[in-house]
């Protein structure tokens, strides 16, 4: 089993800054891609970012395409959600996500390992 957790988020301003980290534990050494998701009020969970743990290609959803970056460090077993100039529209309960698949899905359950989310909220 794996273990995620969740840290970094928290309440900001329009236009300001968050870096989400997911550290991961327990049978980490087959995890092969690690994700974001995340989940507003009254909507379903939708893909954010995606990392490929070995040679770190990212995938990231239009959507949020030059606001997010996904970074990864393994020697810390940890992914990072670096999100800039944040919307309103971007609050929500964000979720990591890990994989042992041969591949980063966007399709939520593709994937078999969350976390507990953590809130992120942006005030206009």
């Known amino acids: 089993q794996v273990q995620l957790v969740e840290s970094g988020g928290g309440l900001v301003q329009a236009g300001g800054s968050l870096r989400l980290s997911c550290v991961a534990s327990g049978r980490t050494a087959s995890i092969t891609h690690m994700a974001w998701f995340r989940q507003a009020p009254g909507k379903e969970r939708t893909f954010v970012a995606a990392?490929?743990?070995?040679?770190?290609?990212?995938a990231i959803a239009d959507s949020v395409k030059g606001e997010v970056t996904i970074s990864r460090d393994n020697a810390k077993i940890t992914a990072y959600l670096q999100m800039n100039s944040l919307k309103p529209e971007d609050t929500a309960v964000y979720y990591c996500a890990a994989s042992y698949g041969l591949y980063a899905s966007r399709v939520v359950s593709s994937w078999s390992h969350w976390g507990q989310g953590i809130q992120v909220t942006v005030s206009s």
């Open positions: 990392i490929e743990c070995n040679v770190g290609t990212t």
